[in-house]
């Protein structure tokens, strides 16, 4: 673009256009102001052509179910959604039916059934009040999209999942209050959640908590943008098909010009 | 109108009747149009592309949006994750209104470069900011849907921003809401105004198009077209020369829609509106930090809603500050140095919007602030006085064909 320009117009305005969309937007990277900064690792879903590993979702799935989902909702997830980190409608069926949803019989009355495939993942607390009586006054946000809702998300949840050391001997630490390298103001409601071994894989990957981390963090990564691996797929087309359409628009136009630019 | 221009028998019958192919031959095919024009021109079209996409992807959203405070926010996620390309609509929308602001922004300042808004296209450009004042409205309205964070908080800042109005101002406030908070009434009088803005801007860029091909494009020398040997037919030419510059829009648009669909918004507007829960810095979108800085560079709230309103407001008077009757900055030396540094104020301006109000931040708004009312308001009208003007050319075809004066064929080499 830069190039072809050159025989319209002069390179060094036109550049400093481009650099004028490239500053504005990217003044949201440091627009919240965090100052922590967080161990930088390399994601397989990160980069252009990144996708999820199955492996890793399926293990921080079990994190999640043995670990997180004691507090931690997923309310927009459904589970018929596991279908795309690699489970069959039978572990599926089987994976809803181990919790029980509300439902109205024909006499009128609450009793409760078997989640089913197409019900959303069922939260630990009937509604934000009793989450929050549960857990000293410190609300469990819902996980459904933590990684889309935190700054350079997948970083920080993995930090943070880790980042549970001993105080300072300074910092005075409340009651109900648990010290975090990495949290905002260092003072966390939620205890430490990983431990050696706090979960038995079943393909034998040693559960140590930077592995359980990392596993649980692909895992709500995928969660926050189900639709990833669809996308980056679909955007390789589209940019082959516009690169295409770019050259060819090109060339049509510089021999439609020729004669103009000749006389 | 020649009876033989049309081959067709019922494009004829119809044309005799109703001159709709007579219309878009004359304004789309013959279109007389500067043949010197550069890529700058290119955003024009591009901004109606975006218009366009914006309008019928928005259409296409509103089909499985809820605009109620309990629902916003899970069915924006329902087209994310259940509708099917839902993902796709509501990025497209997303990342377009970013693109759409860009493009205005080029446009705009391709427009103050090149001197377009000088008689006799005064009108063309007051409708133009008169587009990108409802394209601000629009925006700001859209971002309040997803019913997250940034979208409450957002609106309960800008908002508020009436009750600096002497005596009426809380009342206004509350007329605004429809309650004595951002809720529900609030979110959908939103959606509403969302939905019909566009169509009213389609109206005024109706008007814009009218008011150009009135007296036809500006082009980069900004001297008047004197005969067809300086034009060229609008199709083939700026058809083909548009198309190029779409399929490169389209590029850089889809590399952000499928690659980095986020990167121009905020985390926190994943996370639904809490009236409870204020977020640490609530910022709002990259196009409106400019202006954002203006209003925060002011101590006092009326006076920095003023400046920020005042900002937008030289825009429409600025065809009667700039006297000088040259219109290009290739032949205006001093005010050529002085645009970039508009430019680089106004730059500096977005990012010091987006960082918090304390420091050496706000001392760099105000100075900025200042330069950029210093700019239209002093700078603008005395520039005349001062500035010795480059002889122009004198006409479009002469530089081109190498013959004009000494002076500007150099200057034309030099930008090569």
Redesign the interface.
């Known amino acids: ?1 830069i190039k072809s ?6 390179n060094n305005i ?1 550049k ?2 481009l650099s ?2 490239i ?3 990217s ?2 990277s ?4 965090e100052k922590i900064s967080y161990p930088q690792l390399k994601w397989s879903f990160s980069g ?1 052509l990144g996708t999820f590993d199955r492996a890793s979702q399926q293990r921080g799935l079990q994190v999640y179910k043995e670990v997180c989902s004691g507090c931690h909702g997923m309310r ?1 997830l459904a589970y018929r ?1 596991l279908k795309s980190i690699g489970y069959n409608d039978d572990e599926i069926k089987a994976f809803a039916a181990e919790n029980s949803v509300n439902t109205i019989n024909d006499d009128g009355e609450v009793v409760e059934r078997p989640a089913r495939p197409s019900d959303k993942f069922v939260s630990p607390y009937p509604n934000d009040k009793a989450a929050r009586a549960a857990n000293g006054g410190a609300y469990p ?1 819902d996980l ?2 933590i990684v ?4 350079d ?1 997948a970083n920080y949840l993995h930090a943070l999942l880790t980042g549970y050391v001993d105080a300072p001997a300074e910092k005075k630490v409340p009651d109900g209050m648990y010290y975090n390298k990495y949290y905002s103001g260092n003072l966390i409601g939620m205890p430490q959640p990983l431990y050696d071994d706090g979960v038995e894989y079943a393909d034998g990957t040693k559960a140590t908590p930077d592995q359980m981390a990392k596993d649980v963090t692909a895992f709500l990564a995928w969660a ?1 943008e ?2 990833m691996e669809d ?2 797929q ?3 087309s ?2 082959l098909f ?2 295409l ?2 050259a060819l ?2 060339f ?2 510089k021999q ?2 020729a004669p ?1 630019k000749n ?1 | 109108m020649s009876k033989s221009k049309f081959k067709n028998p019922v494009v004829k019958w119809i044309d005799h009747r109703l001159p709709v192919f007579s219309f878009m031959d004359h304004e789309l095919n013959h279109y007389p149009t500067p043949k010197n024009l550069n890529y700058f021109w290119n955003f024009g079209s591009l901004a109606g592309f975006a218009l366009v996409t914006m309008i019928v992807t928005g259409i296409v959203l509103s089909m499985n949006y809820t605009a109620h405070v309990d629902y916003a926010f899970d069915s924006v996620e329902r087209i994310m994750r259940d509708v099917n390309h839902g993902w796709l609509i509501r990025y497209i929308h997303m990342n377009g209104a970013s693109f759409f602001f860009i493009v205005v922004y080029i446009h705009i300042f391709r427009g103050l470069y090149y001197g377009s808004y000088k008689a006799p296209r005064e009108l063309l450009w007051i409708l133009g900011v008169l587009i990108l004042l409802l394209m601000m409205a629009t925006a700001f309205m859209g971002y309040v849907l997803p019913w997250g964070q940034m979208s409450f908080w957002g609106a309960t800042v800008i908002t508020n921003l009436f009750s600096a109005i002497p005596l009426i101002g809380e009342s206004i406030v509350t007329w605004l809401w429809g309650g004595f908070s951002v809720d529900n009434s609030t979110l959908n009088r939103f959606f509403s105004l969302h939905f019909v803005l566009p169509f009213v801007i389609v109206g005024v860029v109706i008007l814009h198009l009218v008011a150009l091909h009135r007296f036809g494009s500006n082009n980069p020398i900004g001297i008047d077209v004197k005969g067809t040997q300086d034009t060229v037919p609008f199709s083939p030419y700026y058809t083909i020369k548009d198309l190029f510059g779409l399929s490169v829009f389209l590029s850089f648009f889809a590399a952000a829609v499928f690659f980095f669909p986020n990167f121009m918004g905020h985390p926190d507007n994943y996370i639904e509106a809490n009236p409870m829960v204020t977020p640490a810095h609530i910022v709002p979108e990259w196009y409106f930090l400019p202006f954002y800085a203006i209003l925060r560079a002011i101590p006092d709230k009326l006076g920095g809603v003023l400046f920020m309103f005042g900002a937008i407001a030289v825009l429409f008077i600025l065809p009667w500050l700039d006297r000088s009757p040259v219109r290009s900055s290739q032949f205006r030396p001093i005010f050529k140095v002085f645009f970039w540094i508009l430019l680089l104020d106004c730059i500096l301006l977005g990012y010091l919007g987006a960082m918090p109000a304390e420091g050496i931040y706000v001392i760099l708004s105000r100075i900025a602030t200042a330069y950029y009312f210093f700019h239209f308001l002093i700078l603008f009208p005395l520039l005349p006085y001062i500035e010795k003007t480059k002889p122009l050319p004198i006409s479009i075809s002469e530089p081109i064909l190498g013959g004009g004066s000494p002076a500007s064929a150099f200057a034309m080499r030099e930008k090569k």
């Open positions: 673009m320009s050159s025989c319209f117009f002069p036109l400093l256009f004028l969309i500053v504005c937007s003044n949201f440091f627009a919240a102001g252009i927009l959604n946000p459904s999209l889309k809702a935190r700054p998300g926050s189900p639709e996308r980056k679909l955007g390789i589209v940019m516009l690169l359409l770019t628009s090109y049509a136009m439609i010009w103009i006389q």
